[in-house]
């Protein structure tokens, strides 16, 4: 028969873990508002391990979530670049929208913080990409065009970003389980 005091506990154990993937997935979702928050998600991984001695995840697990991370901004680095790239943009087009995208955001998060940042991200990606293509040959129809897709490389590369973030949260957060 368990005693008040280690059902207390167990509730407490339970209660600390249901809060903590809480805030790791929350973390998490902040990508789609180009903030860290795969970083952050692992950094609660690891204070939630070293409150439990790191007996409960394990650095390797946490070696596999940053790793999982590491290879997430690779892709979101070269995804959008290379998208645009394949539908045929040139090098204006690419620089323009890559380069864009970030000053879109630094722009939208001044104007509406969190919402601005994702759309001055897509429209800079967009109106970078149109200003590079549109600075080399001239002509608008194919610098829209290459605009489009640079907005789609831009979602495509935080859509994998994202869901490489989120396999590293839903890994450590198995192997966190209480009593595991």
Same mark, same amino acid.
């Given at each position: 028969m368990e005693t008040i005091a280690g059902a207390?506990?167990?509730?407490g154990q339970w209660t600390g873990y249901v809060v903590w993937v809480l805030l790791t997935v929350a973390a998490c979702a902040t990508i789609l508002i180009s903030l860290p928050g795969g970083w952050v998600a692992l950094g609660l991984a690891v204070l939630y391990d070293l409150f439990y001695g790191f007996g409960s995840i394990g650095w390797q697990h946490l070696a596999i979530f940053a790793g999982l991370l590491v290879v997430a901004e690779a892709i979101e680095a070269v995804? @959008?670049?290379?998208?645009v790239a394949k539908k045929g943009a040139t090098t204006y @087009?690419?620089?323009?929208?890559?380069?864009?995208?970030?000053?879109?955001?630094?722009?939208?998060?001044?104007?509406m913080p969190l919402v601005g940042t994702v759309l001055g991200?897509?429209?800079?990606?967009? @109106?970078?990409?149109?200003? @590079?293509? +549109? +600075?080399?040959?001239?002509?608008?129809?194919?610098s829209v065009r290459i605009g489009l897709h640079a907005t789609i490389g831009k979602m495509l590369a935080v859509g994998v970003k994202f869901g490489l973030a989120a396999m590293g949260v839903?890994?450590?957060?198995?192997?966190?389980v209480p009593g595991r």
């Open positions: 207390a506990a167990s509730i995804l @959008g670049t290379l998208y @087009g690419m620089v323009g929208g890559f380069v864009g995208g970030i000053l879109g955001a630094i722009a939208g998060s001044n104007l991200g897509f429209a800079g990606a967009f @109106g970078g990409a149109v200003a @590079g293509e +549109y +600075y080399r040959d001239k002509q608008l129809e194919p839903a890994w450590v957060a198995v192997q966190g």
